[in-house]
């Protein structure tokens, strides 16, 4: 939960400007809101440095009401996407963020749905190595797209 936290401002902030009726001030208890003034105003950096100090068992008002924020991220599990273009799914092996397992289930499930899905693995890779490490995988991919060819795939 530690590791996650640092993104639960960036997400009901992305969740508030899709959503109007997402409102992250009215969710947090006093001493989680720093976490959102820091995801509006600082980087990552700061919001690690606020999250650090968040218990992460006391974030949500008990009286909350979650049934907006619920519904919006639901809309946004991406094993309900149906992919209608050419898709680059990238997984580093070491990525504690987003474990390997539950990335290889999603591409098998996206693959049910639509045949155009690759999927590169990076070992040794973690969640923010991958992003590095993938780039020329990445850059080769949407270079195919773009120039009307079929890239590789994995399904």
Not at 37 to 58: I, K, L, N, Q
Not at 70 to 78: S, V
């Amino acid at each position: 939960m530690a590791a996650a936290l640092p993104f639960l401002p960036i997400l009901l902030h992305g969740a508030a400007a899709a959503d109007d009726r997402v409102d992250p001030d009215a969710l947090l208890t006093d001493e989680a809101a720093p976490l959102m003034t820091a995801a509006r105003t600082g980087c990552m950096d700061t919001v690690r440095e606020s999250a650090a100090e968040v218990d992460p068992t006391a974030l949500f008002r008990p009286d909350a009401d979650l049934s907006p924020v619920t519904r919006y991220f639901a809309t946004q599990e991406p094993a309900t996407v149906t992919p209608r273009v050419p898709t680059l799914v990238v997984q580093g092996t070491a990525d504690a963020l987003a474990p390997k397992p539950a990335t290889d289930r999603l591409v098998d499930t996206l693959c049910g749905r639509y045949p155009m899905i690759d999927y590169a693995v990076y070992e040794g890779s973690d969640h923010r190595e991958t992003v590095a490490d993938s780039l020329p995988d990445v850059r080769r991919f949407v270079d195919t797209v773009r120039a009307g060819d079929r890239p590789d795939t994995h399904c």
